[in-house]
């Protein structure tokens, strides 16, 4: 994925992020901000969500993206 598609894809990470509960955010942190076990799970969920959309690796962008979609279909929300 180009520099210009990734760019892209985390602006709308953070896009649709913005319209979940915190609750969901959380989780949403835990799942791509744990560096692979390396980091705890308090230090997780303290870390800004712009450092975890910084850290998710190039190809797990697209299913990230597809989580968010999910997420936003589930609760009914429309942007």
């Not at 230090?43 to 299913?63: F, Q």
């Amino acid at each position: 994925m180009n520099t210009q598609l990734q760019q892209f894809a985390k602006q709308q990470l953070r896009d649709g992020l913005a319209l979940l509960p915190e609750e969901w955010q959380e989780k949403f942190k835990l799942m791509y901000g744990r560096s692979n076990g390396r980091r705890s799970v308090e230090d997780t969920v303290a870390l800004d969500m712009e450092e975890v959309i910084t850290e998710i690796p190039e190809e797990k962008l697209d299913w990230a993206m597809t989580q968010i979609e999910n997420s936003i279909k589930k609760l009914g929300i429309i942007p």
